[in-house]
Structures are given as C-alpha cells and as structure tokens.
C-alpha cells in the first residue's frame, strides 16, 4: 500500500505542470479552447513589410469600398502596399502605382486576395515560384479557399498582425501536354485540377490512361479530372469523386459520365507519373487548368499530370478546422 501511495504522489507531482495541457487536450472543443493549429501545422513567424493586393477583375462597389479602408490601415502600420491594375482600376484616381502582378509575387511578404476561389487559384499559379502565402478575403460566393468574410477582414489582419495564424501548404499538380511524343505545347502547375473533356459537341470522347507506363484504363465518356486534395471538393467531387484531406499529396482521377458505370475515381499516390494518350480525332476537345486555361487537344496528345514541387501556402486562422469550413461551406455531414 505504501508503494501505491508513493507511486500516485510521485505521479502527481510529476504531472503537476503539465495539468494545463491536459486540461486543454480534454477540452471539447480542442481549437478553440487552446488555439492549437489547425492541420497539425505550428504560427510561422512573418516579416511583415509589404503586402500585395489582388482583386478579382470585375470592378465592383464592393472592391472599392474596401480597398479604400484597407490601404490607410496598412499605412498607419507602416506596411507598404503594392497593388495590381484591377485593384487601381477599383479605386479609381489617386496616387497610387500600378505593379505587375509578378512583381507583387516577387516583392510581397503576403499576398492579400480580394475575391472568391476563382481569384485565389489564379494568385496560387502566380506565386509558385514565390512560395509567398496568400490570405484570402471572400467576396464571391462559396468561399471554400477565400474564407475570410469582409465583415471579419480587419479583425483577421489583427490577428495576423499579432502572430496568430497558421501557414497551410496544399499540394499541386503539374500538368503538361506533349505532342507528337516531343513537343511541349502547354505545362501548368495548378490549385485544383486538370481536366479533359469535349467541347460544344454531344459526342463522346476516349482516352487511354497509364500510370507509371502501367495501362490502368481506356475511358469513354466526357472527360476526366486529375485533381489534388485541395481540387477535390471542386469539380471532382461534383463529378462523384472523394474529398482527400488538404494535408494530402494524392492524385484524383475522376471519370466524367463514363460510359462504364464500372469505372469509378481512383486517388493516386503523389509519387506516380499519370498519361492520358488522346484516342479521339474529333476536335472540340479540350484540357483545361483550374478552369481558368484550356487549350484544344488533337489526337496523339499525351497529358502527363505528376504532383508539383511546389506548394500554395494559404495563411489561415488556427480557430477553425477543416471540418467546421467543410460544414459551412459544404454542408458536409449535415441533415
């Protein structure tokens, strides 16, 4: 009994200074209550000097509206702004200097996106080469990557300011289309996804897919997405395919109306090299990067689709979760 004794006194006293941990750990609701990082991923420490703005390219009140609190907020803290034409064009006369788009990636130490999803995959293929993160500001609809209300801007940038936050690296795929086994007539490196499909006509289309040389499968059908983790809650899953966890580095491939009821999304591992030889000659077909790049696809083409050495960093809150923007947003899980 008195080893039972020592034991409980001893255990206690070891445990005495971690009883606030514990107490956090026990919490029901383990972001909020001890602001631990969303992902798994630690506050990165920013230096915060300039900051760029991106705007999304129609020029409403909205934009205007905001863009006017914004630059003297940042100026009262001695930020340097740098802003593109569509953000100049918004606010109108002043004097301001238009920058570049790739000069603000460049310059910037964090990349503010006025806009919706759209406008965030469009910055995400722009700061590939950067690595410099972007936050977000939804002024679109869904807002499932811009997912920062308006109304919550200036208490969020606070929050940065302060050092609370956390830094998400997503996954992205490169994909490249070769032609006559040779040629390189398009390579992009994406947010969400690459997809094949036809065009204006009714008519199917049929491919062949390979992965790592191995023949996986001749689709027919509309189309097909190659998506990551991030693109899968977009067209992929609309299309009936899974949602990966943003820390996942897979591969998506969703077939589009198959012709095969069979043939079902497959996710890839982000080591393997995937190649869809074009078997159709009709023309109308297309590839298209994030929905925002396509180009037309001949037969013989071979799309290559690998996961990227790069990474979008998207700064984010570490009080919400995943699955709290995966309900919002989603309605995931719901009734």
């Not at 790592?212 to 983790?229: C, E």
């Not at 198959?258 to 590839?287: C, D, W, Y």
Request: hydrophobic share 40%; aromatic share 6%; charged share 20%.
């Amino acid at each position: 009994m008195k080893d039972l004794d020592f034991t409980r006194s001893t255990l206690y006293d070891l445990l005495a200074d971690k009883l606030p941990l514990i107490n956090c750990l026990t919490s029901m609701d383990l972001n909020r209550a001890c602001h631990l990082p969303r992902s798994g991923l630690m506050p990165h420490n920013l230096s915060l000097h300039t900051v760029g703005i991106l705007t999304k390219p129609h020029r409403s009140s909205e934009v205007r509206s905001l863009l006017s609190s914004l630059i003297p907020w940042f100026e009262h803290r001695q930020l340097r702004v740098m802003m593109d034409r569509e953000a100049i064009l918004s606010i109108g006369d002043g004097p301001w200097k238009t920058y570049d788009r790739e000069e603000i990636a460049a310059k910037a130490d964090l990349v503010i996106v006025l806009g919706g999803d759209g406008t965030i995959l469009s910055a995400a293929r722009l700061m590939t080469l950067t690595g410099k993160p972007i936050l977000g500001i939804n002024l679109g609809t869904l807002g499932f990557l811009a997912e920062v209300p308006k109304e919550e801007t200036f208490r969020v940038l606070e929050s940065v300011m302060e050092g609370h936050f956390v830094i998400e690296k997503r996954a992205m795929v490169r994909g490249t289309v070769i032609r006559n086994n040779q040629s390189t007539i398009l390579d992009q490196e994406v947010l969400n996804d690459v997809v094949i499909n036809k065009g204006t006509t009714a008519r199917m289309i049929e491919v062949e897919i390979f992965s790592n040389t191995h023949f996986v499968t001749d689709l027919k059908g509309d189309g097909v997405i190659f998506s990551t983790a991030t693109g899968s809650t977009a067209y992929s899953m609309a299309a009936g395919g899974p949602i990966l966890h943003p820390e996942s580095d897979g591969i998506v491939m969703t077939p589009i109306c198959p012709h095969t009821l069979t043939q079902r999304p497959i996710v890839f591992p982000g080591t393997v090299v995937l190649e869809t030889l074009v078997k159709s000659g009709e023309a109308n077909i297309l590839v298209t990067f994030d929905g925002q790049i396509s180009a037309p696809l001949q037969k013989g083409d071979v799309l290559q689709i690998t996961l990227s050495k790069s990474f979008t960093r998207l700064l984010v809150s570490p009080d919400r979760n995943y699955f709290e923007v995966l309900r919002d947003k989603l309605k995931w899980g719901g009734a």
